[in-house]
């Protein structure tokens, strides 16, 4: 059984983050069927042992770590719900590479190629190895809860290789912190006043991307855009504008690349309204021409005759989303202004979700950061916003920052097999996403953690897509590791 079958089945199987029961299910019967000892918590987390090949009874137990949830983007025509719908993969040839990606939505090659191979190892007797634990996490995207919650003895290995990483040419030894949380910001309704109009506001046709690795390579964020225009229109038109809803974003660890909302603006403010929505779209398409030149802000005139929220609570939504920052916040001091790798970003937020019940909006706030005392910063700042709007906030993941010893006989050993398959060492790389590294060595001590994985672009974002010509590569890397270690 090759790891691509495996992981065209597990396209087959919805796999969103909070709603893992079914992938888990899959890997308890992937067990059963192999004859492999399996455990699995009350948080879904599934761990499959294999005994050690004949000759490496002896040898040290090595973890192969990846995450069974992925974060489920759609494009906004395509009809798609993330518990149910299922990820329809197309293979295809491009710069001489072979490649898959899905049709209309994310593909969760994030991080299901990485599971596919750790499968694929315990299905093939033929692979020499020490004991094998394959570590399968739930909720990575969005709050690592999981993770958090193993038990100290869920594991017994302390050499882990971590097959969640996206450039293939690369190790990745740091990862950055991250701070997770939800506001949840109340309203009143009222009657729509008298002589007003609807008019429907769009963003969208943005590339969106990952909140990590994605967010300084120029993506608008169109929450943060609808927010600032409705918001201009209020405070710089004085448009006595109402919101009768507003919604963005799919993924809290997903830059948005759409949002929408329905306002009502008084009849004699037409021209001025549309006039300022159409200057918003001018000045979109200049700033982003080069990195983000699909992205469009549209009005549509609506009709309305419901409730509205109130002028307190449409102020209060509009008016936080602009005070929060999204995209790099800090840079190391040793950037380089013309390289868009994340890896020179030392901090960055990201607004990811917005959405609305009858009497509440509810944001999702994502902060990174390699210096700990700065995601908190951001962090506090981002709820003392909130909690003078009178939102409740909660905190979802509080994650340390991972440093690897980078000399590490591990680390060593996964270098020189790059150069012996491959012939090329891969670069030792920070890297601006959260990994749950920072989790594991406060909770498993001694545990050292190499991370690699196959070229995969636009992860969390409809574009998503992975090489699967690197894939094949580091699948052999991965075996030839094995039997080194």
Same mark, same amino acid.
């Given at each position: ?102 049709? =209309?939505?994310?593909? $969760?090659? /994030?991080?299901?190629? !990485?599971?596919?191979? @750790?499968?694929? +190892? #315990? *299905? ?83 590339? =969106?991307?990952?909140? $990590?690795? /994605?967010?300084?390579? !120029?993506?608008?964020? @169109?929450?943060? +855009? #609808? *927010? ?258």
């Amino acid at each position: 059984m090759d790891y691509l079958s495996i992981f065209r089945q597990l396209t087959n199987i919805p796999r969103p983050s909070h709603h893992e029961e079914k992938v888990a299910d899959f890997l308890y019967q992937f067990a059963i069927d192999h004859n492999l000892t399996y455990r699995r918590d009350a948080n879904n987390c599934v761990v499959i042992e294999k005994p050690a090949s004949p000759g490496y009874e002896d040898h040290e137990p090595v973890v192969l770590l990846n995450h069974m949830d992925m974060v489920c983007v759609s494009e906004a025509d395509k009809p798609f719900n993330p518990q149910t719908s299922t990820i329809t993969p197309i293979t295809y040839e491009k710069d001489g590479e072979t490649w898959m990606r899905a049709d =209309g939505t994310s593909l $969760g090659a /994030d991080n299901g190629i !990485g599971l596919s191979m @750790a499968l694929a +190892i #315990l *299905a093939d007797d033929t692979i020499q190895h020490p004991a094998l634990e394959v570590l399968t996490t739930t909720n990575e995207e969005d709050g690592m809860s999981g993770a958090a919650g193993l038990s100290p003895d869920f594991i017994k290995g302390r050499r882990v290789l971590n097959l969640d990483s996206e450039a293939y040419d690369e190790i990745t030894v740091a990862s950055a912190g991250a701070y997770m949380q939800k506001a949840k910001l109340p309203y009143n309704r009222i009657a729509i006043p008298k002589d007003y109009i609807a008019y429907e506001v769009s963003v969208f046709g943005g590339k =969106g991307g990952h909140s $990590g690795v /994605d967010i300084n390579r !120029g993506r608008g964020n @169109a929450i943060k +855009i #609808l *927010a600032n225009l409705l918001l201009v229109a209020i405070r710089q038109l004085n448009i006595k504008l109402y919101l009768v809803s507003f919604y963005g974003g799919q993924a809290a660890a997903a830059i948005p690349g759409e949002a929408e909302a329905k306002v009502i603006i008084p009849s004699d403010q037409q021209e001025a309204f549309e006039t300022l929505v159409r200057q918003c779209d001018d000045a979109v398409q200049a700033q982003y021409s080069e990195t983000d030149p699909t992205l469009e802000v549209t009005f549509d005139q609506s009709v309305w005759n419901g409730m509205v929220v109130n002028e307190e609570g449409t102020h209060l939504l509009l008016a936080s989303l602009n005070a929060i920052p999204t995209g790099p916040v800090k840079m190391m001091d040793n950037a380089n202004p013309l390289d868009d790798s994340s890896s020179y970003v030392e901090t960055s937020n990201n607004i990811g979700v917005v959405k609305q019940s009858n009497n509440a909006f509810t944001v999702y706030i994502h902060t990174r950061s390699f210096n700990i005392d700065a995601m908190h910063d951001v962090a506090r700042n981002i709820s003392q916003i909130f909690t003078l709007t009178g939102a409740e906030v909660e905190c979802q993941m509080d994650l340390s920052p991972w440093q690897e010893d980078t000399d590490s006989p591990l680390i060593s050993q996964t270098i020189d097999t790059f150069q012996q398959v491959l012939g090329f060492k891969p670069k030792k790389v920070s890297m601006h996403f959260a990994l749950e590294a920072g989790y594991y060595v406060e909770k498993f001590p001694g545990i050292t953690i190499a991370s690699i994985g196959p070229r995969i672009l636009y992860p969390h974002s409809t574009h998503e897509c992975v090489s699967l010509t690197t894939a094949n590569n580091i699948w052999q890397v991965v075996i030839e590791l094995l039997k080194k270690l």
